[in-house]
């Protein structure tokens, strides 16, 4: 591979357009260079409000003269000779399928559904600080599902034990739900970073799962 030591820059995350330039998902930067690298997929950059398309030798040379003139605006992989920008957005030059809809059920996107607020008290903690909580315990039958599992702090879910919140005397914030559409979208949309995602993600295509 081309990158030679592990940098910040590959923690970062990239839009994926298809061929017709409709948003179908999110991945790491890592899996981003990938594509490049092997000309799956080209750079789209935005500036200013248009965009401009580079394939992955084209990106590198832009690359030196964005280290040059502009490298606060960047997330930076270091390779050998050089660093490359990490693009915010990629686009597939001939994959064409769409992902099926749904959102997955895991741990990362029943944090973001619940924006790190414990559905108990309402307070906002670290991930670290939360835990998550069967609103009807597994010993009563309760399931895992995203109508029965929320976010809870260490105290609200002691306090809770197990028993459902009418027995233990607590109320829910608000009520869980399947998300219509990948609740981590909305965070990187809420990010300075990822601002040039937002003229991609036309409401129209808000159903397309983003992962």
């Not at 490298?71 to 992902?99: G, K, M």
């Not at 010993?139 to 609200?156: D, L, P, Q, R, T």
């Not at 979208?185 to 129209?204: E, P, T």
Request: charged share 25%; with cysteine; hydrophobic share 35%.
């Amino acid at each position: 591979m081309f990158m030679s030591q592990l940098s910040s820059g590959l923690d970062c995350n990239v839009l994926v357009l298809n061929k017709h330039y409709m948003a179908v998902r999110i991945v790491g930067a890592r899996r981003a260079f990938s594509l490049l690298f092997r000309q799956i997929a080209e750079v789209i950059n935005v500036e200013d409000g248009s965009y401009a398309n580079y394939d992955f030798g084209n990106w590198c040379e832009l690359s030196r003269l964005k280290r040059q003139f502009e490298p606060d605006d960047h997330d930076w992989v270091a390779t050998v000779n050089f660093h490359v920008a990490v693009p915010r957005i990629i686009r597939l030059l001939s994959y064409e399928r769409l992902p099926k809809n749904g959102v997955k059920f895991n741990r990362r996107n029943i944090f973001a559904r619940d924006k790190n607020h414990c559905q108990y008290c309402g307070n906002k903690f670290s991930t670290s600080e939360l835990s998550l909580d069967h609103i009807v315990p597994r010993s009563m039958g309760g399931e895992a599902s995203w109508e029965n599992i929320v976010c809870a702090c260490v105290n609200c879910n002691a306090k809770k034990g197990g028993r459902t919140p009418k027995q233990a005397g607590m109320r829910l914030i608000t009520r869980p739900a399947k998300p219509r559409h990948n609740p981590l979208l909305h965070i990187h949309l809420g990010h300075a970073r990822y601002k040039s995602w937002k003229q991609f993600l036309d409401h129209a295509y808000w159903s397309v799962e983003l992962k």
